[in-house]
Each structure stands twice: as C-alpha cells, then as structure tokens.
C-alpha cells in the first residue's frame, strides 16, 4: 500500500516533471497529476477485474460489506442510501437486508434487487410480477443516479445491510497521506496508466506512445499467465 503523497512524487519522476514537496512542475500541477492518477486507478481495476477473473489482486476485488442508515423518504415512498457522500460510484448490489428493530426481535428482510428500469412502475403498482408489500416483507430495490433506493417504507426500519461492488473513489488532492491499496507488483502499470494520459494531455504523442507501449507488453504479460493459469487448472481437474 502507498501513500497518494509517494504515487504522486513517483508520477511526477514518471513524467520527466519532478517536483518539490509535490508541488506543481512545469509541465503539470498537483491537481492534474491526482486526477491522471485517479483515473488510471479505476482503469487498473476494471483491467485486472476483466483479464483475471478470479486471479485478480486482492486490491482489484471491490465487493464490500456495509450496514448503512437509511433516509426515508415519504414522500415519494421509499428509503435511500446516497453514495455519492460516500465518494464512490455503486456498481451492482450483489445481496441486501432491510434491518427492522422492534421491541422483541431484530429482522433482516432480504431485498430484491430489481434493474432502474422497472422502478417506477414497481413502486407505482403497475407491474404485476413485483408488488412491494410491508406487511409480508416483500421488499425491492434499485440503483439510480449513484443511490440505493428501498421500497416500501417499513415501520422501525432505519439501516441496510449490504454487499455491493462499486468502483473507487476519485483521489483528493488536499489528503496526501491517504492510503492507495495497489500492491508494488502493479505499481509501475498504474504509473504509465496516469502518465499516458497525462503526455495525452501535452500531446505529446512520442511519450503517449511509449507509455501505451510499455502498457500493452505488461498486459500482455499478464494475460499469457492467466491463460497458463487457467490452462494447469483444465488439466488438473481432468478437463
């Protein structure tokens, strides 16, 4: 794991613009430089998630588990979770509970999760196939606009258990010392990730170049070993 203030020393090195106390350079200021390395974090992980499937580094499996409060929202007749407060995109929720605590017992009322097209004729009542209903806990949800959305309301029901992939957090400038959970076997991938779109950038296309270059052999690097990976795993289980 690394610091945001030692990746963006090393990009600033990685980009032939080195700077002091990570400050700005000639060529690129601070903020450029966390916003070429928040992108090329994403795209790391969406790389590795898609090239090695269960082989994938640790820090590339974005399933997280969370017990989350809930806004309820009478109104318009549901519950919502705001991820965008959380600084992070919400893919998919894989499972998820409604939490209701009374008196005598606490119940975890397992959610359906349903796509956001089919939300408002849901909580509309015209969609006959799911009909939410407090009383038998029939209960739905969905992802719209970077929210989870919780439908019908239910009496005592304040949290939400959850288990959901989401993709990582856009990197603050002001919060050098965060932790980047990137192992060093990767390292030098995310750093020409950021640095080739930063000579993208500068048009500089003889270094753009150059970074997708090294970019690609890497990945390629990477995909022969799945592929021999999953070829040992064939002839082991006798396939």
């Not at 407060?85 to 509970?97: A, F, G, P, Q």
């Not at 349903?114 to 849901?122: A, D, F, H, Y």
């Not at 002001?174 to 990137?182: A, E, G, K, R, S």
């Not at 640095?195 to 022969?224: H, L, P, V, W, Y």
């Amino acid at each position: 794991m690394f610091t945001l203030r030692e990746l963006d020393n090393r990009l600033a090195l990685k980009l032939g613009d080195p700077v002091t106390n990570n400050g700005a350079g000639e060529l690129f200021d601070l903020e450029q430089r966390v916003n070429y390395l928040s992108r090329a974090y994403g795209r790391i992980i969406r790389t590795l998630k898609h090239l090695m499937g269960s082989y994938s580094p640790q820090f590339a499996d974005t399933l997280s588990y969370k017990v989350v409060n809930l806004t309820s929202q009478p109104d318009k007749g549901w519950f919502s979770v705001d991820f965008n407060t959380m600084k992070v995109y919400l893919d998919k929720v894989t499972e998820s509970y409604l939490i209701i605590e009374n008196d005598k017992e606490v119940i975890k009322a397992p959610i359906i999760n349903i796509p956001n097209i089919k939300w408002l004729s849901t909580i509309n009542g015209e969609n006959d196939l799911q009909k939410p209903d407090a009383t038998k806990k029939i209960i739905y949800g969905t992802i719209i606009q970077n929210r989870y959305l919780i439908t019908p309301l239910i009496k005592n029901a304040d949290k939400v258990e959850m288990l959901y992939y989401s993709s990582p957090e856009y990197f603050d400038s002001t919060n050098l010392d965060q932790n980047v959970n990137i192992t060093a076997e990767y390292l030098d991938l995310l750093l020409g990730m950021a640095a080739s779109e930063g000579m993208a950038d500068a048009a500089r296309s003889d270094k753009f170049q150059m970074f997708i270059a090294d970019i690609n052999n890497q990945i390629t690097a990477i995909n022969n070993y799945i592929t021999l990976q999953l070829q040992l795993e064939g002839k082991h289980s006798g396939k």
